[in-house]
């Protein structure tokens, strides 16, 4: 499968080993992005950018699991909007036909890495306000962990929709604002989610520093506890334990989304019903919001 034509010129192209990187403008007028944000998310996935197979598979099965052989398949044009190290990307390009891999940040070079030996891929540095394709070209587009960081998530998902075809599909992924736990647990993320606030703003030395810390004598002795619960046979205990979805992670892993969680300055959550309106008023129908960790990600299909 050819991808589409940009429906722009790239303001500049990056030779790598492996392809041509195309780059388009991020500036644009009234731009929906954060530039500080942008940044620490290419700061991040220069830190964390070596996934194995195992581990990218093992999580993959966690995210897609209402992705099926209808929505991808071998005839499916499809693009990654926010794509950091291209993890996503790899664990579907065996069942895609050809995938658009997209991010505003330095991170694409880390996806350029991850994804060097795959051919039906192509890496363009944008952002959502200026995806360099024409509405109604994909068959398939996702955005996974993105759009939460972006001031107007709303306007970023109806974007992204955009350049969906009717009766195409759109992933996203977004933090939930657990509204189904009980005060202990919002509690407990109102502590964590000050604390993300003084953390963001250290100096990126010393905030990955500090991160490193917290997924060692934080996340780690909650992860331990509910993996020997769950061996000793308490299992659904286990999964309702703060931080349950890592029990199956590496600690690479969990250093990764320590410093996810805690070295960005913007983060908004959302309710189920939230997510359910705002995929709606994008122009999805057919929407399918999974019960499975981690909450939300959803798909639907588009009008």
């Known amino acids: 499968m050819k991808p589409k034509s940009f429906n722009q010129e790239p303001q500049n ?4 080993d492996s392809r041509n990187i195309y780059c388009f403008p991020t500036d644009v007028e009234d731009q929906n992005i954060e530039d500080v944000i942008v940044d620490s998310f290419g700061e991040e996935w220069e830190k964390f950018n070596q996934f194995s197979d195992h581990e ?36 579907l390009l065996d ?16 996806a350029d890495k991850l994804l060097e030996n795959k051919k039906n891929v192509r890496l363009s540095m944008a952002s959502t306000d200026n995806l360099p394709f024409n509405d109604e070209t994909f068959d398939f587009g996702m955005s996974i962990g993105v ?4 001031p107007n998530t709303e306007k970023a998902l109806k974007h992204c929709v955009n350049k969906i075809k009717k009766g195409g599909y759109f992933y996203v992924y977004l933090y939930y604002n657990f509204e189904s736990r009980g005060i202990v647990f919002k509690t407990l993320f109102y502590v964590v989610n000050t604390m993300r606030r003084m953390i963001s703003r250290l100096p990126t030395r010393f905030k990955k520093w500090v991160c490193d810390a917290i997924a060692l004598c934080v996340y ?14 308490f299992k659904k205990i286990a999964k309702v ?43 999805l129908e057919q929407i399918v919001i999974s019960e499975s960790t981690p909450y939300w990600h959803a798909v639907g299909r588009k009008l």
Request: charged share 20%; glycine share 8%; proline share 3%.
């Open 13 to 16: 192209i990056i030779q790598s």
């Open 241 to 283: 334990l703060p931080l349950s979805m890592y029990q199956h992670c590496s600690f690479y892993i969990i250093r990764n989304d320590a410093l996810d969680r805690f070295g960005t300055s913007l983060e908004q959550r959302f309710s189920k019903e939230e997510i359910r309106d705002m995929m709606i008023k994008a122009g």
């Open 147 to 150: 759009l939460h960081h972006i």
């Open 220 to 233: 780690m002795p909650i992860v331990l506890i509910g993996r020997f619960i769950s061996f000793i046979g």
């Open 56 to 91: 990218i598979n093992k999580i993959g099965n966690m995210y897609f699991d209402i992705i099926d052989d209808k929505i991808i398949n071998s005839n499916t044009y499809g693009i990654d909007i926010g794509c950091g190290t291209g993890r996503w990307t790899k664990f």
């Open 95 to 110: 069942r895609i036909g050809f995938m658009e891999v997209v991010d505003p940040s330095k991170a694409i070079m880390a």
